[in-house]
């Protein structure tokens, strides 16, 4: 899947560029949409290929992953797939790859494939940490329960949210604070709480300051369409006043600043979030 391009995924794609440009071949990396597991993804599919693209490579080619495509077995995958369709020369995989009809594929199936169909393989080692293997499904729960630090040295960046500014209530700008409500593309998010961020739009780099809950302050008489359980992520950028509704917005998840709390009144509240403003402007002036 290549789901949030980490440390792993990273050695594996760029030795490929590498032995590419060193043949004047064509650097690709195939990959699936959706998930097969059907896991929450680190990344949408949209954040993974500017990451990849990112790392070098020249194509990637994503699989429609539906249940036709689930019943090819591991041999027709390699002969109909990587050979006929693609054209492989050279195969890199990580050791623990599993691929075909009920996962049967590994790579002793790509090893004994590989001198029938005269391709070489390369198979990496699952790099550890911690004394843990890195997968995906490991940075997915350190960013579940907030080690961030941990998370961002595994994937070699920091966590980041790629979503669109969609309309809110607008309540924010009523209280002084313009947000920009976003709709993430995918589905494993940090804990709720309040961020210092900085924000990647139409490649400019700007500081700013995000929640992620509930609102728990807010009745139904300000938060339209709020419910009990709906998760909201808003970011206030610091000095910016452009209209972005149906923009793309990069989220990067430097610090958590406290976390999500309900508060006696929307007074209160937006007290509080002045002090959260001055103190994530202090970590920027600082750093």
Avoid at 66 to 91: C, E, M, P, T, W
């Amino acid at each position: 899947m290549f789901d949030g391009v980490h440390r792993g995924h990273r050695e594996i794609l760029k030795a490929a560029v590498r032995q590419a440009r060193r043949m004047g071949g064509t650097s690709i990396v195939v990959t699936f949409w959706p998930h097969p597991q059907k896991e929450e993804s680190l990344y949408s599919l949209e954040h993974r290929l500017r990451l990849i693209e990112e790392l070098g490579i020249d194509v990637c080619i994503v699989i429609n992953f539906n249940q036709k495509f689930a019943r090819i077995s591991a041999s027709n995958f390699v002969k109909d797939i990587l050979i006929k369709k693609i054209g492989v020369h050279y195969l890199y995989v990580g050791k623990n790859f599993r691929f075909g009809k009920n996962a049967k594929g590994d790579y002793r199936t790509l090893k004994k494939l590989s001198s029938v169909c005269n391709f070489k393989l390369k198979v990496f080692a699952v790099i550890r940490s911690r004394n843990q293997p890195i997968s995906s499904t490991y940075i997915r729960a350190l960013i579940k329960k907030g080690d961030l630090l941990t998370a961002e040295k595994l994937l070699c960046h920091p966590v980041t949210v790629l979503g669109t500014v969609t309309k809110g209530a607008r309540l924010g700008r009523r209280l002084g604070f313009p947000t920009a409500n976003i709709n993430p593309h995918h589905e494993v998010l940090p804990p709720q709480g309040v961020y210092a961020v900085k924000i990647i739009f139409n490649q400019r780099q700007l500081n700013g300051i995000c929640y992620i809950g509930t609102k728990p302050t807010l009745n139904t008489q300000y938060a339209i369409r709020n419910t009990q359980y709906e998760k909201h992520i808003e970011v206030y950028i610091f000095n910016f006043k452009k209209n972005i509704y149906g923009q793309y917005l990069e989220i990067q998840f430097l610090k958590k600043i406290r976390d999500e709390r309900k508060f006696a009144s929307l007074l209160a509240l937006v007290k509080q979030v002045k002090k959260d403003i001055i103190l994530v402007k202090r970590l920027f002036s600082c750093h």
